[in-house]
């Protein structure tokens, strides 16, 4: 695994990637070999198929959002520059401000809070309508209790947690209520893969 | 980590007679000081007495001489040694009860150093009364009976994740840490008693290598005191686990340094080998260690599963095994302390999905009233031992041994920050680091190690007893009373309210998902990919040999939110039934809001719900009251197999009432919403009852015989997830455990209620759950839904103390 920054030359637009999205040049180069990696067909860009090759996600109860997470809506590849950024969410906080102020103060980086939490609240609600409604939160739950509990249990549960939540009695949860019931959970401990900082 | 002392302070009394609660104490000091000494000196007397009096009998028996037939004897001599523990228990205790009337004392000093003063004013008493004072901490009655509770109790209710998540800053803490501090400490001191030309005292005579075994003493961070300090300040779950951990996990690191210098202390020289032997020394501990703790924990885990019908001696399996635990490691000399730890971790989960809803509340309580009293008498008994030496004062040693402490201990935090921060995600600030290095309190293992040390090989004992004591006051008294301030200073971040709601438990399993795949596409195998293979493997495997019945199979999220609703149920009766909504409870939108919003695809399902009349409603209640009441009198019988008398019986008429008010108003708020997915809190009772009045049917009330039919065979507490049965979470409250033949069953009346309610079809009462439709051939699941419902009420029940505990799945440590 020793890319050197030699590499680059293969990765079009490294230099701005890695602006947009922090990362360093080894990094990139690391994510780089894993993209082809998982490139079965060196098209440069990679379909749903691609990622099924991938074990894991088979059994992962939200498997199926998570590829879907890497294709806009309506497009059936996801090329580097895309891959780079969706994972660029998960890079660990930067401890010191320098960096992201080279970016321009505008631009909120990948892996800020609010932006971390936006794409979690996407993949909750798969049709993109803005709010969590409470069918999405059923989707959820089954998915994620994997048929162990039976449909009554489930609505139950998928009530009280829209009840905590939904703090605008519209019976469903904004993006603003999901931020803010997650508010004591330290996400950016938590959604940080550490070898990609 | 909730308060082991429970403050409950009467406030008016202690408020108004701060000086009758000091004089109380001194009185209470003062009265136990003397019957010690008192014990101590009429022993002697009264066996020399009853020796001659055995004389005289014997003589006497010759001569048939009458003495009159003794009408009052004292005796002490054969309760002396259960009389003389009590005595210091019951000081123990009335010593903490004290604390707590004097407000203002409580809130400066913490209460470890108070209980040190009054062990040394008793210690003093006894003294002055010229009594030999009791060896009290006699190092095998430290190890083996004070030691265990106090560390049970941390271990059982060890918050596993962000354990599992510093793990790795823990251990350097522990094992780097301490090493470094042992091998400071010991080799300056040794420097400073070799560069005492001037000085006469015998500082030469030190060698290396028992400086070295000074150092290892001295150097670990005591879990006891820190724990006692800790407790009060209510500082963040990050820190406190970082050094309640390290002096967990430093114990094997003490051991193997203890043993390793204390075998060549006397032959005078330490080798390489000898250090190669040590690191395997360490390694065996430790991991042998955890390994019996887990077998332990395994055996009890498993024997929990068979307990369903022997209720009442369960919280003995989770005392003894980890007990035994402990003692096994101990004989291997092993690190005991590890071994409690890992037990009470491997066991918990798996015991508490077994055990009864009681049970778990003993098991709480008798480890907190342990490890409290333990706790307490530990201090007391440091200050007693104080009072009684062996001291031998060398004021370089002390001095330089505490300034040695402080400042190793902040080299060695700062040092290992500087390295641990390269691997962490959320690094340790300069605070946090002060902290540490503040909170690193040495205790009474020191003090119990260096009283182990043989007198003939380590001619410096007495030395050293003194300079470990100095340092252990110092830490204790200096340290601890400032640390609150200092906290309070440095604005260090406080412990946060542990309320979980659902929405974070959802969406931190969500994220624990989404992580996992994200790693897995990265094709990094990282912290979550081994977690989430772990919990696959346990799901797989484990839970089905150690989890009994059906609930190996309850995923963690019902688990939790089944504790969440009776965990509110419980509050909801107790605060005064239904005549409050709090907007949380599930079943009950508030009716305001439900009105002007109903969707218009649940006005298809709706459907016109019978009415019942005002009298028939009073009726109903009229009925449920006599005939509650009237088990209840029947229940009175103490039965020790089956604990049947339990702690609500007094308040019962009440709580029953209260609940009739819930449910009367749940009845009303359901007859407005009328949609789909209700999870009533009470089961459809009334309104079966209204739909089996409505039908005319049989409204009498038959408890005890139909009961018995029920009963044969049953597995009470059996979970079972039905696929199709209308399972909802549902609190109810009974009377008594369904071993009892004559209790009653609620729900089995209510569900018998239902039957005819199936067959009449769907014309009848609420269809609260329409997909309910198979509730038809309802007979053959009579037996596995009341099982069910006993099952959930027998979990619920449970004494009205201990809400103010959290004890979440990812709780604060307690």
Redesign the interface.
């Known amino acids: 695994m020793g890319s050197s920054s030699s590499d680059m030359s293969h990765i079009p637009d490294a230099q701005e990637l890695m602006q947009e999205t922090g990362f360093s040049a080894a990094h990139l180069a690391r994510?780089h070999e894993?993209f082809e990696?998982?490139d079965k067909d060196d098209r440069g860009e990679l379909s749903p198929e691609d990622?099924s090759t991938?074990s894991?996600?088979a059994?992962?109860?939200?498997?199926d959002r998570?590829i879907a997470a890497f294709f806009s809506p309506g497009q059936q590849a996801v090329d580097f520059p895309s891959f780079v950024r969706i994972?660029a969410h998960?890079r660990?906080t930067d401890?010191n401000r320098s960096r992201n102020g080279r970016n321009g103060a505008q631009q909120e980086p990948a892996n800020s809070r609010t932006n971390r939490l936006k794409f979690?609240f996407q993949?909750?609600d798969q049709d993109r309508d803005g709010k969590i409604s409470r069918e999405d939160?059923l989707e959820?739950?089954r998915a994620?209790?994997?048929m162990?509990?039976?449909?009554?249990?489930l609505?139950?549960?998928a009530?009280?947690?829209i009840?905590?939540?939904d703090l605008d009695?519209d019976?469903a949860i904004s993006f603003d209520e999901f931020r803010k019931?997650?508010e004591?959970?330290?996400i950016?401990?938590?959604?940080?893969?550490?070898?990609?900082? | 980590m909730p308060s082991r002392t429970g403050s409950h302070s009467p406030a008016g009394f202690g408020r108004s007679a701060p000086e009758r609660g000091l004089l109380l104490l001194t009185v209470l000091v003062l009265l136990e000081g003397s019957v010690l000494p008192l014990g101590a000196a009429s022993s002697p007397d009264i066996s020399h007495h009853a020796n001659s009096d055995k004389h005289q009998v014997a003589d006497v028996g010759h001569n048939a001489t009458k003495k009159p037939f003794p009408v009052l004897a004292v005796e002490y001599d054969r309760v002396q040694i259960p009389f003389e523990i009590s005595l210091w228990v019951l000081l123990a205790s009335l010593m903490k009860l004290g604390f707590h009337l004097i407000p203002r004392l409580s809130s400066i000093v913490p209460e470890s150093c108070l209980l040190i003063v009054v062990g040394l004013l008793v210690g003093g008493l006894i003294k002055l009364a010229g009594e030999e004072v009791p060896p009290v901490l006699d190092s095998r009655l430290f190890f083996l009976c004070l030691l265990p509770p106090i560390i049970l109790d941390a271990g059982y209710f060890l918050p596993i994740r962000p354990f599992m998540e510093n793990l790795g800053t823990i251990l350097m803490f522990a094992v780097v840490g301490t090493l470094w501090n042992a091998f400071f400490i010991g080799g300056v001191l040794y420097g400073v008693a070799q560069i005492q030309p001037a000085n006469p005292s015998d500082l030469h005579q030190l060698d290396l290598l028992p400086c070295l075994l000074f150092g290892s003493i001295i150097s670990a961070v005591d879990p006891v005191a820190v724990l006692a300090v800790f407790e009060e300040i209510h500082i963040n779950e990050l820190l406190h686990i970082l050094v309640f951990g390290e002096s967990l996990l430093n114990d094997a690191v003490t051991v193997v340094l203890y043993h390793l210098f204390e075998e060549y202390a006397g032959v005078g020289t330490v080798t390489v080998l000898d250090g190669l032997l040590g690191v395997i020394s360490f390694l065996v501990v430790a991991l042998g260690g955890v390994l019996v703790g887990a077998i332990y924990g395994i055996l009890a885990a498993f024997t929990s599963r068979f307990t369903s019908h022997t209720r009442v001696i369960e919280p003995l399996f989770v005392f003894v095994y980890s007990y035994m635990a402990y003692l096994s490691a101990e004989i291997f000399h092993l690190s005991g302390i590890m071994a409690l730890i890992a037990c009470g971790a491997v066991m918990r989960p798996y015991v508490e999905a077994n055990i009864s809803h009681k049970s778990h509340t003993t098991i709480k309580y008798f480890l907190k009233m342990w490890s409290s009293v333990s706790e307490t008498l530990i201090f007391i008994f440091l200050g007693v031992a104080t009072v009684d030496g062996p001291h031998a004062w060398n004021w370089t040693f002390v001095t330089v041994t505490v300034i040695l402490c402080l400042v190793a201990r902040v080299i060695g935090v700062v040092g290992l920050t500087y390295v641990i921060n390269k691997f962490r995600?959320?690094?340790l600030t300069t605070k946090d680091q002060f902290i540490i290095a503040y909170g690193g309190l040495r205790g009474a293992i020191a003090f119990s190690l260096g009283f182990l040390l043989n007198q003939d090989h380590f001619p410096m004992r007495k030395m050293f007893l003194t300079a470990i004591i100095t340092v252990i006051f110092f830490t204790v008294f200096v340290q601890g009373m400032t640390i609150k301030p200092l906290v309070e200073l440095l604005a260090v971040k406080k412990k946060?309210e542990a309320k979980r709601?659902?929405?974070?438990e959802?969406?931190?399993?969500?994220?624990d998902?989404?992580?996992?795949?994200?790693?897995?596409?990265?094709?990094?195998y990282?912290?979550h990919?081994w977690k989430d293979k772990l919990n696959?493997f346990n799901k797989k495997y484990v839970k089905k040999c150690l989890i009994a019945g059906e609930r190996s199979?309850?995923?963690q999220?019902?688990a939790f939110?089944h504790k969440m609703e009776m965990k509110q149920a419980i509050e909801l009766v107790e605060s005064g039934g239904g005549v409050k909504l709090p907007?949380?409870v599930?079943s009950t939108?508030s009716m305001q809001?439900i009105q002007p919003?109903k969707?218009p695809p649940v006005k298809a399902a709706e459907r016109a719900l019978p009415q019942l009349p005002k009298g028939r409603e009073e009726e109903i209640r009229k009925i449920l009251r006599s005939n509650l009441q009237r088990t209840r009198q029947r229940l009175r019988s103490y039965n020790r197999h089956t604990l049947v008398a339990d702690p609500y019986e007094d308040g019962f008429g009440d709580l029953l009432l209260k609940k009739q008010k819930m449910i009367e108003l749940e009845k009303k708020i359901k007859e407005m919403n009328n949609y789909?997915?209700v999870?009533a809190a009470p089961p459809d009772s009334p309104t079966m009852c209204r739909a089996r009045l409505a039908s005319g049917r049989d409204t009498d009330f038959k408890p005890a015989q139909r009961q018995k039919g029920n009963k044969n065979g049953s597995d009470p507490q059996a979970y079972s997830?039905?696929?199709?049965s209308?399972?909802?979470?549902t609190i109810q409250v009974d009377l008594a455990s369904p071993q009892s033949p004559d209790s009653v069953n609620l729900l089995d009346e209510f569900r018998r209620a239902e039957q005819p309610r199936g067959e009449a079809g769907p014309d009848q009462g609420l269809m609260m759950?329409p997909?309910s439709a198979q509730s038809g051939p309802n007979k053959s699941r009579e037996d596995d839904e009341s099982r069910d419902q006993q099952q959930k009420l027998m979990r619920c029940l449970s004494d009205p103390g201990p809400s103010a505990d959290e004890d979440e799945d990812e709780p604060f440590l307690p």
């Open positions: 994510l894993r990696f998982l990622f991938v894991e996600l059994m992962n109860p939200i498997g998570i994972l998960f660990p401890a979690v993949l909750y939160l959820v739950l994620m209790l994997e162990q509990v039976e449909e009554e249990q609505q139950s549960i009530e009280r947690a009840q905590e939540a009695q019976d019931s997650l004591k959970v330290n950016e401990h938590k959604m940080s893969i550490r070898f990609l900082e | 995600i959320v690094k946060q709601s659902i929405n974070e959802i969406h931190t399993q969500f994220l998902h989404l992580l996992t795949g994200i790693e897995d596409i990265c094709g990094h990282g912290h990919h696959r199979k309850e995923p999220l019902i939110y907007s949380a599930p939108v809001n919003k969707p789909l997915t999870p997830v039905k696929p199709t209308d399972r909802v979470p759950k997909a």
